[in-house]
C-alpha cells in the first residue's frame, strides 16, 4: 500500500470509480492490526486505488472529513464519500464495504 499525500487521494477521487484511503498514527495499537488487514486487501484487490497516510501528517484531512479517530478508512465512490470506517471488523467485512 503506497502512503499518499492529500492530492493523491483527491486525484484518486477524480480519477478512480473506487477507492479508498487508510487513515493511521504510529502509535495506535489497534491501527497496527488494521494495517495487516488493509495490507491483505490491497493484494485482494490489486485494481482498485488504496492509499494510506499518517493522520500526523495530513490533518487537514481529519479537518475536511471529520475524522473522529483511528483507524479510519475512507472510501469514496464515483468521487462521493461513502463510507467512513472506523471499526475493521474483518478482512472479509472491509471487501464488502470497498465492492
Known sequence: ????????????????????FY??????????????????????????????????YVQNIAIDYEVESVPCLLIQKDGVLTHKIYAFQSVPYLLEEID
Open 1 to 20: 500500500m503506497e502512503t499518499w499525500t492529500r492530492e493523491q487521494w483527491e486525484m484518486a477521487l477524480k480519477e478512480s470509480p473506487v477507492a479508498a
Open 23 to 56: 487513515l493511521y498514527t504510529p502509535m495506535c495499537g489497534t491501527c497496527a492490526v488494521a494495517s495487516k488487514m488493509m495490507e491483505v486487501i490491497t493484494v485482494m484487490r490489486p485494481g482498485i486505488p488504496i492509499g494510506k497516510a499518517d493522520l500526523n
